[in-house]
């Protein structure tokens, strides 16, 4: 059975910094590629990041360009959010997520429909 955790969500001034990282289990991580995404209170979740199965390729939101970084560590089963120069619009329920239809970054990359594994989510709130 696979397992998603988050876990390095919190309240965090605007510019802060926040890592948010996400332990799998269940499967063979290097076979996919993963994403991050996250969901405001009254929003539709949003794609925010992903990577490919080996840290080859990464794929953006344009909000959040140039502020995160998203990492993975095959040997360990994770993948990392590092999130920098945070806004109060960064609060949001974050969640990580497998791709199971690819293990490469692709042009529909951000489409959620793309992963079937997510994590339970983790709480970031930027105050302003």
């Known amino acids: 059975q696979v397992h998603l955790v988050e876990s390095g969500g919190g309240l965090v001034q605007a510019g802060g910094s926040l890592t948010l990282s996400c332990a799998a289990s269940?499967?063979?991580?290097?076979?996919?590629?993963m994403g991050w995404f996250r969901q405001a209170p009254g929003k539709e979740r949003e794609f925010v990041a992903a990577?490919?199965?080996?840290?080859?390729?990464?794929l953006y939101a344009d909000s959040v360009k140039g502020r995160f970084t998203i990492s993975r560590d095959n040997a360990k089963s994770t993948v990392s959010l590092q999130m920098d120069s945070l806004k109060p619009e960064d609060t949001a329920v974050y969640y990580c997520?497998?791709?199971?239809?690819?293990?490469?970054?692709?042009?529909?990359?951000?489409?959620?429909?793309?992963?079937?594994?997510w994590g339970q989510g983790t709480q970031v709130t930027v105050s302003s």
């Open positions: 997520a497998t791709d199971r239809t690819s293990r490469f970054v692709t042009k529909s990359t951000f489409r959620e429909a793309r992963y079937d594994y």
């Open positions: 269940g499967l063979t991580f290097s076979s996919n590629a």
């Open positions: 990577i490919s199965w080996n840290g080859g390729s990464t």
